[in-house]
């Protein structure tokens, strides 16, 4: 009998990919996808992982492997897939020899983005058949069958998931890997040179594909339907499923594990048996508006929101009017997102503040420079953009307009778009200041390896790209390396640096404190010579409070030993008691 086990939903698509035969995997961290990977390197005998410099990136590398042969995939998260926009479209055209598939996170609620897009509304812009599944047995499942369908149709796959069923758990059965042969490479510029001519046949191709896919999404598996009292029929699929069987457990259901393209003569059938359709799908409205368009008549956005995450009660109110008079929980105290104690972003951000400077942000733990006391960061967007956003303002405005701005980036951020932005603030004769929080790692995502940290997602040890040197070599003259914790050295080099007429890079090579697994120093506050100026607080780390007579009070439990609080003590009220070890 087969083993079963506990799995998340990242771990079970993981083991899906190990069973299903993939042999190459690249991918680029973003939550809430970044444990597939991390699990699949369980499997590196039998499978290739990596992390790549970004989603396009990512996306080409799993494509090349495809041509040569071998199923692969590429993992990302939603905004991810606008990263791998170029590729995607144009491999929509080519097809796959080895199964190809694109595992795609959305984040419905807005747990760790800056929006809720929804990749179904991608998928079909780019025609892509999209799969979904509603929890960790299907996703191991339904993540096989992708592979599949991806050969049988020669179409890339999207398989959707979302942050629920990423991050939730259930029942999984393991079952042995099968490793189909590696498919023979055949030479066919028709099919994969993607000039007009070749493109305009292969559009033609893949219209026809499609339709051949959504008939025989009518007779698939992982699309059914489960009768039961006909005044109420729901169509859904995905996460959504478990809210409408908690809600509505009398009624009648058309899961769909196929959300792309849709099975009409399945739909049409099903929506002919029940009294009243409902549609139950998180975020736009994919499967409702083709529905409708086929005359179905159909309940679904006029009575549920297209913003955030659904809930059995949801439906419940929504759909049986129900008033559920929910007691309303304990408000507990609020909790808002703050930098780590001895994070090497604070004392960066205290310094710009200081300064009163104003900064162009970007994707990362960095973020959080935005919120009070440090208030720094004034703008962010997406990966990359910290950079071209401080150049669009000075080609709007002029070098004196931003002469109190800089762009602050990541170091993974660094090398994943931002080094093309950097480029052209070089080529288009900027002046701007970009500041590299290098803290060695992917921080925001969980601490992954990049292509600046020496070491691979494997684990073994590989050539560290030196920033420093890259920035020169794309043309920057002025680059300096400061520690963070520098107080001095810091706002003499941002000064300095802003006051320049030509592109100057500040990298604040320190790293993330929850990388050092050393004792830390020991730092205590004494209250008999605080003179209650609150300079140490400024920053706010929340190791430091106030005692009730306004002196400070250091909590060793929270406090990394980073300094910061010391080196802003002018009456000694603050001293190390115990160097780390």
Avoid at 126 to 153: M, N, T
Avoid at 242 to 271: H, T
Avoid at 362 to 382: E, H, K, N, R
Avoid at 414 to 431: C, I, R
Wanted: charged share 25%; proline share 5%.
């Amino acid at each position: 009998m087969a083993e079963k086990v506990i799995m998340l939903g990242n771990e079970a698509i993981a083991r899906g990919a190990y069973e299903a035969g993939v042999k190459v995997s690249s991918a680029y961290p973003g939550t809430p996808s970044t444990e597939i990977s991390e699990y699949l390197v369980r499997y590196r005998d039998d499978v290739y992982e990596e992390w790549a410099p970004n989603e396009k990136v990512a996306t080409e590398v799993a494509v090349g492997a495809s041509l040569s042969g071998v199923r692969a995939m590429a993992c990302m998260k939603h905004v991810g897939l606008n990263v791998a926009a170029d590729p995607l479209y144009s491999v929509s055209y080519m097809g796959v020899n080895g199964g190809l598939v694109i595992v795609v996170a959305d984040d419905p609620g807005l747990y760790s983005s800056q929006n809720e897009q929804d990749t179904r509304m991608v998928a079909r812009a780019a025609q892509i058949p999209v799969i979904e599944p509603s929890d960790s047995a299907e996703a191991k499942e339904f993540f096989k069958a992708a592979f599949e369908l991806s050969e049988q149709f020669d179409r890339p796959f999207i398989f959707r998931t979302t942050t629920r069923l990423a991050h939730s758990q259930g029942l999984v059965e393991l079952n042995e890997r099968v490793e189909p042969e590696d498919r023979p490479y055949e030479k066919n510029i028709r099919k994969n040179v993607m000039m007009p001519g070749n493109a305009k046949f292969r559009h033609v191709e893949i219209e026809k594909r499609n339709k051949e896919l959504a008939e025989a999404a009518n007779t698939l598996p992982i699309n059914t339907v489960e009768m039961n009292d006909t005044k109420i029929g729901v169509i859904t699929s995905g996460i959504p499923y478990q809210y409408v069987k908690e809600a509505l457990p009398d009624a009648s259901v058309l899961k769909l594990g196929m959300v792309n393209p849709l099975p009409r003569k399945m739909i049409e059938e099903f929506a002919s048996k029940v009294e009243k359709l409902y549609i139950v799908e998180e975020l736009d409205p994919v499967i409702e508006e083709q529905v409708k368009s086929w005359g179905i008549q159909a309940v679904g956005k006029e009575i549920l929101t297209v913003q955030g995450e659904y809930s059995a009660n949801m439906l419940r109110e929504a759909i049986l009017k129900e008033n559920l008079d929910i007691k309303a929980p304990a408000e507990a105290p609020g909790r808002p997102p703050i930098l780590c104690p001895g994070c090497p972003h604070r004392s960066v951000f205290y310094v710009l503040n200081r300064l009163k400077m104003h900064a162009a942000g970007d994707i990362g733990c960095y973020t959080l420079g935005a919120v009070a006391p440090l208030s720094v960061i004034d703008t962010t967007m997406c990966m990359g953009s910290s950079i071209s956003t401080l150049h669009g303002m000075e080609k709007a405005k002029g070098k004196e307009y931003i002469k109190n701005w800089v762009a602050v980036i990541g170091d993974s951020t660094f090398m994943h778009t931002g080094v093309n932005s950097l480029m052209n603030m070089v080529y288009n004769n900027a002046t701007g200041t970009v500041i590299i929080m290098d803290n060695s790692t992917t921080g925001m995502t969980g601490h992954q390896d990049h292509a600046a940290t020496g070491k691979t997602l494997q684990g073994d040890p590989t050539y560290a790209i030196n920033i420093p040197a890259l920035c020169r070599a794309i043309g920057v003259k002025n680059v300096h390396e400061v520690n963070a914790f520098d107080l001095p050295l810091l706002e003499k080099t941002i000064k300095e640096e802003t006051a320049k007429d030509e592109v100057s890079v500040i990298i604040t090579k320190t790293p993330c404190v929850l990388l050092d697994k050393r004792k830390k120093p020991l730092y205590i506050a004494h209250e008999d010579k605080c003179k209650k100026c609150g300079m140490c607080m400024k920053p706010g780390c929340p190791a430091m409070t106030k005692n009730a007579d306004g002196t400070i009070h250091i909590d060793d439990t929270m406090c990394t030993g980073c300094g910061l609080c010391e080196s802003l003590c002018k009456f000694g009220a603050i001293e190390l008691v115990k160097e780390g070890e």
